[in-house]
């Protein structure tokens, strides 16, 4: 009897034995995440939150019986809670496709509250974030109603306060240049491009506003190669001398858009990962970010330029390009981007 008992349990472990290597061995190969695995999880998530928030907004205004026009007549009381709104109106106007985009009533109203002159008994900071707040509102319109008025608030640079305004002015600028039909944008051509020449050349009087001041003329670089036409890249060629790094990089990537290889000696400054001007005056913990930064747009524009030249006139460039591989300083992603970007300008 014992042994009979015996012989049955070594049966039973037998078998178990059998089917967890069974199913040992039916386990699914392990496998790094591919690309498509890593879209699903982490962009396709983040645009469909984009989405939910765009639409709690729209409803957020139902429920309170506001529409947008309303709304924004109500940043002209100029209280505090004025900017939270226009930053609000500028997340709906960001939208795709938002009706908002084509509503003339709707730009001048936001014109109206830009064009209210700052006071030194009214300026504060939440005024200024206000202002702010409707440049970007005008620059995500596909009408050009305000275009005139962010011009006119990207001359102003009397002060500290008038700097921040007049960058994110420029800014909303190269936006809406963007969002413009040709014929529209060819109308207003002129008047743009004057505009920015005279912004490009703003120089610091005051030390205190150095630093806005050369984010302002940076901008303008930036607005200019988007602007194109002769005086635009003229002006752009002599802004890859200039002093702040930030203004001849968006020098070089605007004259790289047109196929212009004056931006060669930039570009290889941008490539370069040693290179401390890329970094200077950034906080120390944003250097790598800035650097990969820097870098992305270099390569970017190196395949700009490819569109108009031979693989064998970028040579100096396309070398710099491939030596981002071996340099520890450049993050795995700038360096399958710039494996790409050697493979299509060495395939055209």
Not at 42 to 69: A, Q
Not at 293 to 308: M, Q
């Amino acid at each position: 009897m014992s042994e009979q008992t015996e012989n049955q349990r070594q049966a039973e472990v037998d078998e178990s034995s059998t089917t967890l290597s069974e199913a040992d061995t039916a386990l699914p190969e392990i496998r790094p995440p591919n690309a498509g695995f890593i879209l699903q999880l982490f962009l396709i998530p983040m645009m469909i939150v984009s989405v939910i928030i765009c639409v709690w907004l729209l409803f957020n205004f139902i429920s309170r019986g506001e529409t947008p026009t309303e709304l924004v007549r109500g940043l002209q009381k100029m209280n505090n809670a004025s900017w939270q709104k226009a930053y609000t109106l500028s997340s709906l106007l960001r939208a795709p496709a938002s009706e908002l985009k084509n509503d003339e009533e709707l730009a001048q109203e936001l014109i109206a509250v830009l064009e209210i002159k700052l006071t030194a008994e009214t300026t504060d900071a939440n005024q200024v974030k206000l202002r702010i707040f409707v440049c970007k509102c005008l620059g995500e319109f596909e009408i050009d109603a305000g275009l005139s008025a962010l011009l006119n608030a990207a001359e102003q640079t009397d002060n500290g306060n008038d700097l921040v305004i007049a960058l994110t002015a420029v800014e909303a600028v190269a936006v809406l240049m963007s969002n413009l039909d040709e014929s529209v944008l060819a109308e207003n051509y002129e008047r743009i491009v004057e505009t920015l020449l005279a912004v490009s050349n703003e120089q610091a009087e005051n030390p205190d506003h150095a630093l806005r001041v050369n984010q302002l003329r940076s901008a303008a670089g930036f607005a200019l190669g988007v602007a194109g036409g002769d005086k635009a890249l003229h002006r752009l060629v002599s802004m890859l001398d200039d002093a702040y790094p930030n203004a001849r990089f968006n020098a070089a990537m605007g004259l790289a858009r047109y196929g212009k290889l004056e931006s060669t000696a930039v570009l290889l400054e941008m490539l370069d990962p040693e290179n401390t001007a890329i970094t200077s005056g950034e906080p120390e913990g944003s250097h790598a970010f800035k650097r990969s930064v820097v870098i992305t747009n270099a390569i970017r524009a190196v395949v700009s330029l490819s569109e108009f030249h031979q693989a064998a006139e970028l040579a100096d460039l396309v070398d710099a390009i491939r030596n981002l591989d071996s340099n520890e300083n450049v993050v795995s992603q700038t360096k399958l981007l710039a494996k790409d970007a050697v493979v299509k300008i060495r395939t055209k």
